[in-house]
């Protein structure tokens, strides 16, 4: 078997030699006339897949070691009866704790418990239904939105969009996009919505850039709080004036955790096998995780200064505001990209042990999934 990979994607060599010849590709170098004699394909978001880039060649399966799939064609793969795997949900937990770090942050700065806001929730899946589970545990009100979920069960748990708008004090969003049917996300954000939302609610947006309308959030800025945004409606082309109107703006790197990486490869390594009926040779757990050093910090004041060292959404903040002092919009694209393959090595909260705790903060660690000491 001949496998054609994303340099990229962590641990891909070692994961996936155990299954054949693995070939390491950059990224502009992963088109029709370099690929055609391999039978796997892995590649990572910023590789579109469709007829061009497959037509003629042997590949039998391809892997995207992302959660979303907004750059494959399924139906021409399909068609062609080519197998395919996303890693749908892979980052759900580095997401959820870009989303939980940017909400106690924001309540520090504002000198208020998490406690004193509710948190509206767009979209309960993967990522969502995380974030919802561990503010549950926090002691911190939810409103949740999910119309197919909600579709789909028979508990009285979720409210309309209307009714979260207009009654949620910090609302985060974590649906797909979708560009069309009954349950259309595309601009789901839009004017419409932000004329219903209380004065002064803060939004987290770190779904898929054009969930929000960008020109109607930028209407609303005088009734709203300073919103902080990981997604881009034209990425990597970035909206200059709402970063810059941004509390925390970043490259689209909320989901990019050490962990959540190698959970996208172990997502497409297994599927891969399945495909072709192969044993799993490579050991995610013993190989990877288990070698990963377990951090020890200090409690530092507040929870939220021990999430920001774990997750420093203010200096990624800050390395942003490189992007936005250019004036050429194709400098910038690269400035987007370079930021973005070169982030740095951030791991899941569950790999820091945090000594000094006081009493009362130690259950509230735990919870965010931290060791005490």
């Excluded at 850039?209 to 970035?238: F, H, R, T, Y």
Aim: glycine content about 6%.
């Amino acid at each position: 078997m001949k496998i054609a990979a994303d340099k990229n994607i962590l641990f891909v060599r070692e994961s996936f030699s155990t299954l054949g010849g693995t070939v390491l590709f950059d990224i502009k170098d992963i088109v029709n006339e370099n690929i055609k004699d391999f039978d796997v394909l892995l590649i990572r978001s910023t590789t579109k897949v469709d007829k061009k880039l497959l037509e003629n060649t042997k590949i039998k399966f391809v892997g995207s070691a992302v959660a979303g799939i907004d750059h494959v064609d399924i139906d021409y793969l399909q068609k062609k009866r080519i197998g395919f795997s996303s890693a749908s949900g892979c980052n759900a937990r580095s997401v959820a704790e870009y989303v939980l770090t940017v909400i106690y942050v924001f309540c520090m700065q504002k000198n208020i418990s998490p406690k004193n806001f509710v948190v509206g929730i767009i979209g309960v899946g993967h990522i969502g239904g995380q974030v919802s589970e561990i503010l549950k545990k926090l002691g911190i009100k939810t409103i949740l939105n999910d119309p197919i979920l909600e579709k789909q069960s028979v508990s009285n748990k979720f409210s309309s969009i209307e009714y979260l708008a207009k009654n949620s004090d910090i609302i985060t969003v974590h649906t797909p996009l979708t560009k069309s049917g009954e349950y259309k996300t595309e601009n789901l954000l839009d004017e419409n919505f932000f004329t219903k939302v209380k004065k002064n609610i803060f939004l987290i947006q770190a779904s898929r850039g054009a969930v929000c309308n960008e020109n109607a959030l930028m209407k609303s800025m005088s009734k709203i709080q300073k919103p902080v945004i990981d997604v881009w409606a034209d990425e990597p082309d970035v909206n200059v004036d709402l970063a810059r109107n941004c509390l925390f703006a970043t490259q689209h790197i909320a989901g990019h955790s050490f962990d959540g990486k190698i959970n996208g490869t172990k997502i497409i390594y297994d599927a891969c096998c399945d495909f072709f009926s192969r044993k799993q040779k490579f050991d995610f757990e013993k190989e990877v995780f288990s070698k990963i050093p377990n951090q020890s910090i200090e409690y530092a004041g507040s929870v939220g200064n021990v999430l920001l060292k774990c997750c420093p959404i203010d200096a990624d903040s800050l390395d942003f505001e490189k992007l936005l002092a250019l004036k050429n919009a194709d400098e910038r694209k690269i400035i987007f990209k370079e930021l973005r393959e070169n982030y740095r090595k951030r791991l899941e909260f569950s790999h820091y042990t945090v000594s000094g705790v006081p009493l009362n903060e130690s259950e509230s660690l735990r919870n965010l999934g931290f060791y005490i000491k």
